[in-house]
């Protein structure tokens, strides 16, 4: 709640009643009422429409969830959020006016309010300051009032327990609030009470759920309580309601914070029973030539029901439609037992797609193949050109290549008694070392001389050494001893 004047001033904050009394610094004290955070706070839709009916019914709005309809009599200007002064037996409340005009009877209705004798209790006036002072102080007597009362039914020993304490505005009388499960007698409490706190004394038992109203708080669903924010009427709620639903029945999930079933239960009661209508019942389970399935559970909006050939449930779920059991259930009083419980499913149709792939940009690949053969023509033309500036292969290079080739065959063919070796390389041995000599030369002048042109646009220069093994095999080696 946000109120205007509590940043100026000194105030203090009643939320029960939705207000706050400011303290103007001259003695006197201002009341100031808090927008938003009320109990059964009712939005206005129809105030900026013209009023069709009389407009001298409003609500007044007390402490919690009490509220009252008065007739202005006196012809006084009201709007809402004005602190008035009402008629009440015996003396006068005070009270903060929380709807007007023709939402007012709409209210009425829905509450089913009707006044004692077709008469509506009045309006006497504006709060004057002295009538806010004398209700401050009824108000600050509130919570010691509740602790005393608490003692002296526990030193009677009744089975009660007193929830909460609300004072008339003139200190005359006070309204106590009392949760029992059972009939109490409470005469000579009421005595006591009335010889204790001086005033006149009205006992005025509620529920659990009422009390969770009164206290308010945040339900599991994050929201504020339906009891403190919109419910007044409450109605019985049953486990037959989550059976409905079939909701599980955990006794720690069910219950609110009144201890009670939660009144949410019973919201969407009557669209499942509008479902359930057509769901077939199982009396009998359906039998099959694999075996009997029992019933386990239902998806009533899905129009679902599940069956297990184990009749605890445990296991394999079968899904069937409505319609299919229905078709079951006929069979079988015909005394026939279906091949298979579940429905002949036929392949769907693929598809035809509205459109032609022509680019190929549907595959998330498509990159991936030239990747590739970018990549080997980059190492092709790095293994030609040393010094070179293209990317292929020179003309020089190839002729040397060829040269060491015939080299290292003649070689090798001389080493091995005119017999070729089979791959054309030089075997090892001890005739290798005058065709290693010549290979390496060979590749000495490759490497001196190999200034290619390829067909490439590269402009690199390759003297580094990319490669140490591949570098070391130019160098030439010792020959070996012949024997």
Request: hydrophobic residues 30%; proline residues 4%.
């Amino acid at each position: 709640m946000s109120c205007k004047n509590c940043s100026k001033h000194n105030c203090i904050t009643d939320i029960g009643r939705g207000c706050c009394f400011c303290d103007t610094g001259d003695g006197q004290v201002e009341i100031s009422v808090c927008q938003g955070g009320q109990k059964l706070n009712v939005t206005d839709w129809l105030g900026e429409m013209p009023h069709n009916l009389p407009d001298d019914i409003f609500e007044v709005r007390f402490k919690n969830t009490r509220k009252g309809y008065y007739k202005n009599v006196n012809g006084l200007e009201l709007k809402k959020g004005d602190v008035v002064a009402v008629e009440s037996s015996p003396g006068h409340d005070i009270g903060i006016i929380s709807l007007t005009g023709d939402l007012v009877y709409r209210q009425m209705k829905r509450n089913g309010f009707t006044p004692a004798g077709n008469e509506f209790k009045k309006i006497y006036r504006k709060a004057k300051p002295y009538d806010i002072e004398r209700w401050q102080e009824a108000i600050g007597l509130e919570h010691q009032t509740m602790i005393e009362a608490r003692q002296i039914a526990a030193d009677l020993g009744l089975d009660m327990k007193i929830g909460d304490v609300e004072y008339q505005g003139d200190r005359i009388k006070a309204i106590f609030y009392y949760i029992a499960d059972e009939r109490v007698d409470f005469r000579e409490l009421i005595k006591i009470f009335a010889e204790r706190f001086r005033i006149r004394v009205e006992m005025k038992q509620i529920g659990a759920r009422q009390e969770a109203g009164l206290i308010g708080g945040i339900g599991a669903c994050g929201r504020e309580l339906c009891c403190a924010s919109w419910i007044s009427h409450f109605v019985s709620v049953t486990t037959n309601s989550a059976r409905m639903q079939e909701i599980s029945l955990n006794p720690q999930k069910l219950a609110g914070q009144c201890s009670k079933l939660k009144c949410c239960l019973i919201y969407e009661v009557d669209a499942y029973m509008d479902a359930r209508k057509e769901f077939p019942r199982i009396y009998n389970p359906l039998e099959a030539i694999d075996g009997s399935y029992f019933h386990v559970k239902n998806d009533i909006f899905g129009r679902i029901m599940y069956f297990s050939p184990s009749p605890h449930g445990v296991g394999v779920q079968i899904p069937l439609s409505i319609e299919r059991v229905k078709e079951i259930i006929r069979l079988n009083k015909q005394g026939k037992k279906v091949e298979k419980i579940e429905e002949q499913k036929t392949a769907p149709a693929e598809p035809v797609p509205d459109f032609l792939n022509v680019v190929g940009e549907d595959s998330i690949t498509r990159f991936d193949a030239e990747k590739r053969a970018s990549g080997g023509r980059r190492r092709g033309r790095g293994r030609g050109n040393n010094n070179g500036t293209g990317g292929g292969k020179s003309e020089e290079n190839g002729n040397q290549k060829r040269e060491k080739n015939e080299n290292g065959s003649a070689a090798s063919e001389s080493n091995n008694g005119g017999r070729p070796s089979r791959n054309n390389r030089p075997p090892r041995g001890a005739g290798n070392g005058e065709a290693r000599e010549a290979k390496s030369e060979n590749r000495s002048e490759g490497n001196e001389n190999g200034n290619g042109n390829g067909n490439g646009n590269g402009n690199g220069n390759n003297n580094r050494n990319r490669n140490p093994r591949r570098n070391n095999r130019n160098r030439p080696r010792k020959p070996q001893n012949e024997e």
